[in-house]
């Protein structure tokens, strides 16, 4: 595997044990989330993260070069947020 796929693929997993380890004290609940500014910020960047290390596979890589695997082993690959809390509902369901 290509060296700068692989580094950015490690800042991948280390951005989403962060985002799990934010909850580690505690339960996944929406409303606790909704209610710590802190938490929220702390995803948003690691989410940042992500993006910007999925967009340096990107230019090494094809979307459908990476995503070809998981189609298929995956229901939600993409998820919408219809109505609620925009933004936070958003992020939440990315990181639930």
Do not use: C, H
Request: glycine fraction near 8%; aromatic fraction near 12%; charged fraction near 30%.
């Amino acid at each position: 595997m290509n060296e700068r796929i692989e580094k950015s693929l490690y800042d991948i997993l280390q951005m989403i044990d962060e985002i799990d380890s934010f909850f580690a004290a505690g339960e996944k609940k929406y409303a606790n989330f909704l209610n710590d500014v802190r938490t929220r910020r702390a995803v948003e960047r690691n989410i940042e993260i992500i993006g910007e290390a999925t967009n340096r596979i990107l230019k090494i890589r094809t979307f459908w070069d990476i995503a070809k695997p998981f189609f298929g082993q995956r229901k939600n690959l993409f998820m919408f947020q219809i109505g609620g809390d925009g933004e936070n509902g958003v992020i939440w369901i990315v990181i639930s």
